[in-house]
């Protein structure tokens, strides 16, 4: 077990000792209850995600991620992050494993910032249910004062955090260590 | 992979069950009555931000709860920070991309809905 599930261990712990103090144990189970359904109800879909994410790290090509995504693509990069990030479809636990593995093949982090703007500010799989629920000048007004977001977001952590973003790379890589020991595109060259 | 990521998992949904339990929607609301004014502009987002659920579960409840009481900048505010500085999301963040990546997405990101709502309250009126 890793750093970061020993902490989501800790954290887990004091959420339950809050839920005792505010309805005693059944509280407490209610809430794992609730957690593991949630989990339990997404299974399939993880499987699903992590086979894509695995299949995207053999399947890409390094040199196309970097051209497109990575530092050769320059200003361009977090443009077409952004585009990328308001097409793609899928939820929390399909774009987080996505992004890990397009950073690993060569994608800037700035880049993956616009992409994951892109995607939660106004992905094109969600506007329609924004529109039923909210109204179009809502969600119109709301796509206008926000388009320029994730390209800033993206040009900013290119331009001032270049070294942040490659202890990122660090992180992801230890995440990922034990994770998959052969086999990956970037370990051929 | 994927079995290594699996205990992380357990206790981050946890976590997600927790978030859902401890913070009932009511009082949620009752943090941004009608006299809340440009402060809306900060409550909003943190309730957004605390909100979980999918499109399909925070949109009908964002019209049926908060719509009505709240200007068109703390809608957008609201909205825009459910989907970009969402609590639920940082459990996947800490499993796949690390600390750092938290801290730099939401040092950066926690700013965004405040302005996008203060654009929207200045340009479309509240």
Do not use: C
């Not at chain 1, 119109?140 to 004062?145: D, P």
């Not at chain 2, 019209?63 to 709240?70: K, N, T």
Request: hydrophobic content about 55%; cysteine-free.
């Amino acid at each position: 077990m890793n750093k970061t599930a020993i902490g989501m261990a800790i954290i887990a712990f004091f959420m339950a000792v809050t839920a005792y103090t505010q309805g005693g144990f059944p509280l407490v189970t209610e809430g794992v209850e609730l957690g593991m359904r949630t989990l339990i109800g997404i299974f399939p879909f993880l499987i699903l995600a992590f086979a894509v994410a695995g299949l995207v790290s053999v399947l890409i090509k390094k040199d196309s991620v970097s051209k497109w995504l990575g530092a050769e693509a320059g200003w361009k990069g977090p443009f077409y992050g952004t585009v990328i990030g308001a097409m793609v479809p899928g939820g929390p636990f399909f774009f987080y494993p996505l992004m890990a593995t397009l950073i690993m093949s060569g994608a800037s982090v700035g880049t993956m910032i616009s992409f994951v703007a892109a995607k939660t500010l106004w992905n094109v799989a969600r506007l329609p249910i924004e529109i039923v629920f909210v109204g179009l000048e809502l969600t119109a007004i709301r796509f206008l004062v926000t388009v320029a977001f994730p390209v800033l977001a993206g040009t900013l952590v290119n331009t001032f955090f270049p070294k942040l973003a490659e202890r990122i790379k660090e992180d992801i890589q230890l995440l990922q260590q034990k994770k998959q020991p052969t086999n990956r595109g970037d370990s051929v060259d | 992979m994927f079995l290594n990521v699996l205990p992380l998992l357990f206790f981050a949904f946890i976590l997600v069950g927790y978030l859902n339990l401890l913070l009932p929607k009511e009082i949620l609301q009752s943090w941004l009555g009608e006299e809340a004014g440009w402060k809306g502009l900060f409550i909003g987002p943190a309730i957004g931000a605390l909100v979980q659920g999918g499109p399909f579960a925070f949109f009908p409840l964002f019209d049926a709860v908060f719509r009505g009481s709240v200007t068109t900048g703390t809608a957008v505010a609201m909205i825009t920070a459910w989907g970009m500085i969402n609590v639920g999301h940082l459990p996947y963040e800490a499993a796949f991309l690390g600390p750092r990546f938290i801290m730099l997405k939401y040092g950066i990101y926690i700013l965004f809905p405040t302005v996008a709502g203060l654009l929207a309250n200045i340009i479309f009126g509240p």
